[in-house]
């Protein structure tokens, strides 16, 4: 039999051929699944409704402060001033406590 008269069935694929297109194949799925799995993750995370924070509609600060940052605890709220101290407030707006905080030296 000669070249001409083969058809396609008569050739076989190598092995080490055969073996590298399945393992293609295999990984091409996988990374498939790992994709949506990840865009079903950022989508379940982004979505659903995270806790918030009630604040009341206004604290008063004492004159001349500047907030730099707030946080909220279990019944309280911290405000760090501008001029180094954390100002301590109840759920209701009321000033609890004020703490200095001494900014020393440089680590």
Known sequence: ???MERTPED???PAPLKFLRRLVTVLT???ILGLITIIGLFVMRFSGGSAKV????ELSLPDGVSP???TAGPG???VVTGDSRIL???R???LRQEIAVETGGTD
């Open 54 to 57: 009630a604040l009341p509609a």
């Open 88 to 90: 301590i407030f109840g």
């Open 92 to 94: 209701d707006g009321t």
């Open 68 to 70: 730099v940052a707030v």
């Open 76 to 78: 309280w709220y911290a």
């Open 29 to 31: 799925g996988v990374m």
């Open 1 to 3: 039999m000669d070249d």
């Open 11 to 13: 050739y076989q694929e």
